[in-house]
């Protein structure tokens, strides 16, 4: 009997400090961004002292400068205009990995189908290539890269991007959906086959409306790493035309003119779309990954 | 026409198909890839710089920079980041894992918790962590300081000493959720009976962990280790983010060296024979480790 109450204490215990670890630095953010920026630099610390606002919000939506309960004096040397392009960067990096995600489901499927199910030469060492590709460090490849897309005159576009980020991806997703298709069982498949039906039809009838959530969990996938991707959004973009969610926040936080309140209110902001995405991608894709793949 | 013959011809339609199918993605990855390889190595050995005419320089961008003190602190910085922050994010991936398992109040909303460091962008983590560590007005100050536990302010960020610990410690914040996720689905998969048996049997906790959990979950554990050992070899957004990678050269990583060797000093001769090392010496890591992978155990196994 003390043994179990030992463990149900040790459990919860436990669950209170990872709770706190994980929480602790998201709490910050939230709370800093609503926080007028006295408040913050008070010393000794008294948060509250001023109350709550919106105005960090507010500005980074329409340019109203913050005033809240701080002394004016100082505070417009503090505001910069850049912290203003991240509602636009984080359309780029919708952007971006919305187009990597689709060219992954179409690429992706195409390529893993024939790597699960078809026999051809070469198989296994085209497999191991591409997936096996991946496992070199980005920024060994960051100089060449650079050097591709300037010759193609891509710098500072999305198509540049967009074709650095599937690349990245692709390999991953090809490995996973392999493992999907060939879960599938191969009666289902064989009867389209006895109707006339090639590959590429098979594929498109039967197997892709079969892995559908997994095609889409995948893809998710893939759209949260390039939602994610820094060292490349930094080297490929130089303008807010082009500049993803990760690059402007970072130059964001080392800009000495825009304050702490702000640059936690565009954090709040921009992880919003990968925080929506994280449940759907673990539920379709990490437990399938498991499922399929090591057992 | 004979049997055999039309065997043959569908099987070659197929194959055809197969290519096709295929085409664009390998037509992709080795546009990016070859001939990325074959620039870096071809770079690695000329004098390459918007600054400096064009030269051949055989192997001394590679001599220049494994002599430089530079280069071998962001080894050991790197080295010595690696061996702390893999052990403590399987370690910690592993209990949360074993805590995640059970059945306990609000163990789903946990669950869904433990995956939110796993969704932010790293880059961003960097920055997150950086206002909680801020010296000056930073949250962690702030709240030891108002529980009386420092007299005054401390500057996690500016002591090289402990800017080397905040590093380890937002690394392992944002890698242990995946590792968790991978060890929990692992430990799902274990067969029920098996614990009955053991328990029947009389053994207690920590033998069921020995001897059904940890077998059960040992491929899996390796494939945490390879994926956070190159993680930690190769951490890039983090340090840019967090750190800078000083104070001075203290959280310089191999990366970010190498970045700063090209893109600040734009040399990028030197970058590439960086670059071209760190290849190989990742590639060496990922081959020792798998020597210790049950054979089959790994995901890209082509055979079934």
Known sequence: MMRGWGIKLVTYLGAIILAIFIL???????????????????????????GLMDANY????TGEVPRGAVATGTLRRMISQEVRFVP?????????????MLVNCLVGSLAAYPFARLRFAAKTPIFFFITMSRLIPAVALA?????????????????????IYSVLTLP??????????????????????????GPFQTLVRIVVPLALPSLIGTGLFAFMLSYSEFLFGLLITQSIKTRTLPVILSTVSWNPDVTWGLTSASIAIGIIPTLLLVVPVWRYMVRGLVAGGVQ | MTVRGRIRRITGSITFSAYWMIAPAVLLVAAFTLYPYIYALWSSIRVVSPLLPPAFAGLKNYKAVIT?????????????????????????GLLTASLLNRRFFGDVALKALVLLPWAIPIAISGVIWRGFFNSGWGALNALLYMAGIIPKYIGWLT???????????????TQFPFATVLILAAMQAINEELYEAAAIDGAGLLQRFLYVTLPGIRAMLAIVVIFETLMGLTAFDLTYAL??????????????????????????????????????????MILAILQFIPRGALVGGEER
């Not at chain 1, 997703?173 to 006339?196: C, K, M, N, S």
């Not at chain 2, 430089?68 to 080894?75: G, M, N």
């Not at chain 2, 002591?159 to 392992?172: D, F, G, M, R």
Request: with cysteine.
């Open chain 1, 58 to 61: 507010r500005y980074i939506f």
């Open chain 2, 68 to 92: 430089s003190i530079y280069f071998l602190r962001a080894v050991r910085n790197t080295l010595i980041f690696t061996a702390a922050a893999v052990p403590i994010t399987v370690v910690l």
């Open chain 1, 172 to 197: 991953f997703t090809i490995l996973i959906l392999t493992l999907y298709f060939r879960g599938i069982p191969e009666e289902i498949e064989e009867a389209a086959r006895l109707d006339g039906c």
């Open chain 2, 243 to 284: 750190t800078g990678g000083g104070p001075g050269t203290a959280t310089t990583f191999i990366s970010y060296f190498t970045w700063a060797e090209s893109f600040k000093m734009l040399n990028f001769g030197n970058g590439a024979a960086l670059a071209v090392i760190l290849a190989a010496v990742s590639l060496l």
């Open chain 1, 143 to 163: 100089i060449p890269y650079y050097l591709i897309v300037q010759r193609l005159g891509l710098i500072d576009t999305h198509w540049a991007l967009i074709a």
């Open chain 1, 24 to 50: 602790a630095p998201l709490a910050w953010v939230f709370l800093s961004s609503v926080l007028p920026e006295a408040s913050i630099l008070s010393f000794p610390p008294d948060w509250f002292q001023h």
């Open chain 1, 88 to 100: 636009r960067a984080i359309l780029n990096s919708l952007i971006v990995a919305s187009a990597v």
């Open chain 2, 159 to 173: 002591t090289p000493s402990l800017a080397k610990l905040v590093v380890i410690t937002v690394q392992v914040w």
